[in-house]
């Protein structure tokens, strides 16, 4: 069990107390703000493209230095004429006719973008009035390569994907304080152009991209009022999301932990092996602990501590996925922790099998 605290317990510990021996105020401010692009990837999407452009089209950002660049995935619906119809207002709009992915379509519309700054963002996303601008006034610091937001959900209820983006903001912003933040949150990011290099344009996501930066030697930071918000997806939704997710960037995060020690950046190989591969393959260890309570209990004692922390803890979990809403939210984080776990073994062993996906469907929302 306890290789399962390094991750969940050890790591957020060490970037605390990192944060408070090299935390460094930023003093950096634009005398003008540069100029943004901000791209947006739409997938058969008219129910919230329109929605998402007026969005966008009010932010308070300076006029004339802010544009936005919008792409169709090939899509069959009426997509392409909504986003069209705001071409009177700036938005350009790019058709493409061959399937090709949220991250390759970024990459295309980057090619076209005139800003210093690259803003990415979803489709069924909602800024607040001033998340473009928190997003760009880190960038002020010639040292920032990239700035993450805060992607928020509708709270009401206490999900798999609310407790899950809680204990991921936390770490974010314990990273911050060092210009260690360990990617980012595809609804709302910003990026330096000129550091936006993808290797692949299929795999050109937010984790690479981010990650990216800091192995040219730039730090990636965390606002937290650069915010976006996002429909809450239930349990089930969550967890077939964080599979797609963990299959997908289980292999960027081998690559990109070879990149990071190439370049000696040994602080963010760490990172990238305790945060990222170690916790996603946190449910082998838990399994395993299982395996040892039974083990003990059999071949020691029933009441071995190892068996029955690990039948509590186990117990709850069943409790709280029978139970549903109806069980205390705290003791629910058992399930929540088991259904993560899962997930993210399932998302490895697709990727091992080679059936990750390169491009998404509305469904799949």
Request: one cysteine or more; proline letters at 4%.
């Amino acid at each position: 069990m306890g290789i399962i605290l390094v991750p969940m317990v050890v790591y957020p510990v060490v970037m605390f107390l990192l944060g408070i021996v090299k935390s460094q105020k930023n003093e950096f401010s634009f005398q003008e703000f540069p100029i943004v692009s901000v791209m947006v990837a739409a997938r058969n999407e008219e129910k919230c493209i329109g929605e998402r452009i007026r969005n966008l089209l009010a932010q308070d950002y300076p006029a004339g230095r802010f544009e936005i660049l919008a792409a169709s995935d090939v899509s069959t619906d009426s997509t392409d004429d909504i986003i069209n119809s705001f071409a009177d207002r700036g938005v350009r709009f790019f058709r493409f006719e061959e399937r090709m992915g949220k991250s390759a379509l970024m990459v295309e519309l980057s090619k076209n973008a005139i800003g210093e700054i690259l803003i990415f963002t979803d489709a069924n996303t909602q800024f607040s009035p001033d998340t473009v601008r928190e997003l760009v006034e880190p960038f002020a610091n010639p040292e920032v390569g990239c700035v993450d937001g805060s992607k928020q959900n509708s709270l009401n209820s206490v999900t798999c994907e609310s407790i899950y983006w809680r204990y991921e903001q936390m770490l974010k912003a314990l990273g911050s304080k060092i210009g260690a933040v360990l990617g980012a949150t595809g609804a709302v990011f910003a990026v330096r152009k000129s550091l936006y290099q993808p290797q692949n344009a299929a795999r050109a996501d937010d984790f690479e991209t981010a990650v990216s930066t800091r192995i040219q030697g730039y730090t990636c930071l965390y606002n937290s009022r650069a915010v976006a918000a996002e429909p809450t997806p239930d349990n089930s939704m969550q967890y077939h999301r964080l599979v797609r997710i963990v299959s997908w960037m289980i292999g960027s995060a081998f690559s990109l932990l070879g990149k990071a020690v190439k370049n000696r950046k040994f602080g963010l190989a760490l990172q990238l092996i305790v945060h990222k591969i170690l916790r996603w393959n946190m449910g082998i260890f838990a399994v395993i602990a299982t395996v040892a309570g039974l083990l003990l209990a059999i071949y020691d004692s029933p009441t071995n501590p190892l068996f029955l922390s690990v039948m509590i803890f186990n117990i709850i979990a069943l409790i709280g996925k029978v139970a549903g809403s109806r069980f205390p939210s705290s003791l629910r984080l058992p399930y929540f922790f088991w259904l993560m776990c899962l997930a993210s073994l399932s998302g490895v062993a697709r990727a091992v099998t080679s059936q990750t996906a390169a491009v998404w469907d509305h469904s799949a929302r």
